[in-house]
T-cell receptor, first 112, second 112 residues
Framework: KAGVTQTPRYLIKTRGQQVTLSCSPI?????VSWYQQTPGQGLQFLFE???????NKGNFPGRFSGRQFSNSRSEMNVSTLELGDSALYLC???????????FGQGTRLTVV | GDSVTQMEGPVTLSEEAFLTINCTYT??????LFWYVQYPGEGLQLLLK?????DKGSNKGFEATYRKETTSFHLEKGSVQVSDSAVYFC???????????FGQGTTLQVKP
């Protein structure tokens, strides 16, 4: 059974640019969540999608957005990048609420 | 709101020593509880879980018991190995949203 796949693994972007990250969940899982990990703030919830609908959203500015496709693959987009957006972005695949989340290896975003 | 507090790290142990990493939580309702482990440059891996009070999760020699009366989920291992060196995260899952709330992480270093 394939795990959660995130692409790309590494990204370097310039301030003001935008970026799109991709996540393919485990086959059969319809829920995808995104988290931001930084040394200062730890792991913070961005948003969660289920069957192409955003069900929950964390406390992040509107520059952070996402979507989910009919095959459950998800993308997140960050516009007008800031230096503080440099982080490891992790995608999690879940079978349902309260169940364990399976994480991808993450995308390391560096904003210069 | 819901929260998770872990003991401060880093924790440095000699091989074969006994490990305890404390974790307490605050939550409304009855969350599921998890321990995740993160190796350098990797995403999060589920180590163990417990879904209700008095459940004991176990995996690879690690154990944790869901204690509702003390709102705790301490991680233990009887004999650590060098390969256990990693960052350990305690987390709870809100049953209504599926959102994971993480502790700040505890770095474990095991010396030969």
């Amino acid at each position: 059974k394939a795990g959660v796949t995130q692409t790309p693994r590494y990204l370097i972007k310039t301030r003001g640019q935008q970026v799109t990250l991709s996540c393919s969940p485990i086959s059969g899982h319809r829920s995808v969540s995104w988290y931001q990990q930084t040394p200062g703030q730890g792991l913070q919830f961005l948003f969660e999608y289920f069957s192409e609908t955003q069900r929950n959203k964390g406390n992040f500015p509107g520059r952070f957005s996402g979507r989910q496709f009919s095959n459950s693959r998800s993308e997140m987009n960050v516009s007008t990048l800031e230096l503080g957006d440099s982080a490891l972005y992790l995608c999690a695949s879940l079978a349902g609420f309260g169940t364990e989340a399976f994480f991808g290896q993450g995308t390391r975003l560096t904003v210069v | 709101g819901d929260s998770v507090t872990q003991m401060e790290g880093p924790v440095t142990l000699s091989e074969e020593a006994f490990l305890t990493i404390n974790c307490t939580y605050t939550a409304t309702g009855y969350p599921s509880l998890f321990w995740y482990v993160q190796y350098p440059g990797e995403g999060l891996q589920l180590l163990l879980k417990a879904t209700k009070a008095d459940d004991k999760g176990s995996n690879k020699g690690f154990e944790a018991t869901y204690r509702k009366e003390t709102t705790s989920f301490h991680l233990e291992k009887g004999s650590v190995q060098v390969s256990d060196s990693a960052v350990y995260f305690c987390a709870l899952s809100d049953r209504n949203t599926g959102k994971l709330i993480f502790g700040q992480g505890t770095t474990l270093q095991v010396k030969p």
